[in-house]
């Protein structure tokens, strides 16, 4: 992470060394999710035979070991999979997003649009759908995914182009759609979602390793769910669409392809039991709940009085930044839940409707719902950031906002209740020089939300 992450105007307001605590604390939750220190733990490898949490493989029986994936944290995993497995990796293919890429030898590393997919996207996942067709039973084939590997691994149907995808992927992140319901929708439009990653490569070996950006790291969630069974259907696909009333909103394609499915007219993504599921292993070996329980543990050694609220926090983030705000004020007024210096954490992944026409993500926004619940605390701030370094289409990981907030903001002349009707947290924390920015982190684990008060 950048030393220049958080040198934040808002520090001003805070007592001295705030800035070094927070870094410190967001520091060791980042750590905790580093994707090559999760694949070096999860790949252990002893002469021939490799050993992946209960299972033992024994090397001598593949012809080729391909490791294939997507994410935002795929490429690191890829070059900590090359340094465990070293020359018996034969090759493989990785899309990541634009500036997630580290040095790898034998894998290739394509970069591709995030969150919105593009050519290069629908490219490299054609490279990967045919590595995984041509995989034998003799094959090993070592999938990695995290979070954003449901855009950067867009592969769509038949009859489907990309430019439909963009626009149902915008109609989806504007409505409101939950992770889980997106991803419903994309399983059923796609070719290597839902499962459908795994059908392809058998009767291959596929081990499967997972870092986890989703709540509760259901596997049949996490970047869509390539290698593992979908409980999902055309049905519930196609009532997504209906339930945030954009039906009319998405191209004609793919309202006629979920019709078709729910029909039975198209075949189903594997369902559990299916064969074409038996050879594979899928194993989570990061999560939000490791980087949040780190962060706790930093945050007790610098003298906080922490706790650990929830790592399955959704919802609408200006209605979510309400809840942790009330808290903040209980904490001034009672010292519940606990008594200052207080750290409380959560986790998650809140959502945003877009109504206006400004720029932000999730993180920004509920950071400035957060500034006039918070108007008039001493000594309290609310930091919102994505772990991957990136919310929504901008460059910023989040932002802080503290009590005072509200009264710079008034000195700049800064309408909040304008810059919150029209979607544009960024360009509000710009102005004060309170936007997080640490670059990538090349991982992604979901949000972490810090309740903190001096």
Same mark, same amino acid.
């Given at each position: ?5 958080? =040198? ?46 209960? #299972? ?7 012809? #080729? ?7 935002? !944290? ?28 580290? %040095? ?12 919105? %997919? ?9 490279? +990967? ?26 592969? %769509? ?49 596929? +081990? ?12 049949? /969630? ?12 055309? !049905? ?9 009333? +954009? ?24 369902k559990r039991g299916d064969p ?5 292993? =899928? ?36 209605? /979510?930044?309400? /809840?942790?705000?009330? +808290? ?10 606990v008594s200052r210096p207080a ?10 409707? /877009? #109504? ?5 993500? #999730? ?9 006039? %619940? ?56 710009? !102005? ?23």
């Amino acid at each position: 992470m950048k030393s220049s992450a958080f =040198n934040l105007a808002a520090f001003r307001d805070l007592p001295a060394g705030a800035d070094r605590q927070i870094q410190s604390i967001v520091t060791a939750a980042l750590s905790a999710a580093d994707p090559q220190a999760a694949v070096r733990r999860a790949l252990r490898l002893s002469g021939n035979a490799l050993q992946v949490r209960d #299972r033992h493989y024994d090397l001598r029986q593949y012809q #080729r070991i391909l490791v294939i994936g997507a994410g935002k !944290a795929s490429a690191p995993m890829a070059a900590a999979t090359e340094e465990v497995l070293a020359d018996r990796v034969a090759g493989g293919w990785i899309n990541v997003k634009d500036g997630y890429v580290v %040095p790898t030898q034998r894998v290739n590393i394509h970069e591709a649009g995030h969150p919105l %997919p593009d050519d290069r996207g629908v490219a490299g996942s054609r490279h +990967i759908a045919s590595l995984a067709l041509e995989a034998t039973e003799k094959d090993l084939v070592v999938c990695l995914i995290s979070g954003g590997g449901s855009a950067l691994m867009t592969l %769509p149907v038949d009859g489907i182009t990309l430019a439909d995808m963009e626009q149902l992927t915008l109609a989806l992140l504007r409505s409101g759609a939950t992770i889980n319901e997106m991803n419903a929708v994309r399983k059923h439009i796609e070719q290597l979602k839902g499962g459908q990653l795994a059908r392809l490569a058998f009767p291959a070996t596929v +081990i499967s390793l997972i870092l986890s950006d989703v709540i509760g790291s259901p596997l049949d /969630v996490i970047a869509s769910g390539p290698t593992s069974p979908d409980p999902t259907t055309y !049905a519930d696909a196609h009532s997504v669409l209906r339930k945030y009333h +954009i039906l009319s909103d998405v191209p004609g394609p793919v309202a006629q392809h979920l019709e078709r499915g729910e029909a039975g007219l198209v075949a189903e993504t594997p369902k559990r039991g299916d064969p074409v599921l038996d050879r594979v292993q =899928n194993c989570i070996i990061a999560s939000n709940e490791q980087a949040a329980g780190a962060a706790l543990e930093r945050a007790r050694e610098l003298g906080f009085h922490p706790l650990l609220l929830s790592t399955f926090v959704e919802g609408e983030a200006r209605d /979510v930044a309400r /809840v942790f705000a009330g +808290i903040a004020r209980e904490i001034d007024r009672s010292g519940q839940p606990v008594s200052r210096p207080a750290c409380v954490i959560a986790g998650g992944e809140t959502t945003v409707t /877009v #109504r206006g026409n400004g720029l932000g993500g #999730r993180n920004q926004e509920l950071a400035l719902a957060a500034v006039l %619940p918070l108007a008039g605390l001493q000594n309290v701030a609310i930091l919102s950031l994505g772990t991957d370094g990136s919310d929504g289409p901008t460059d910023a990981a989040g932002a802080m906002a503290t009590g005072a907030t509200s009264t710079r903001a008034a000195e700049q002349g800064l309408d909040i209740g304008g810059y919150m009707s029209d979607n544009d947290a960024y360009h509000f924390f710009a !102005a004060l020089g309170d936007l997080v920015k640490t670059g990538p982190t090349n991982t992604n684990v979901n949000d972490l939300v810090f309740i903190l008060a001096w």
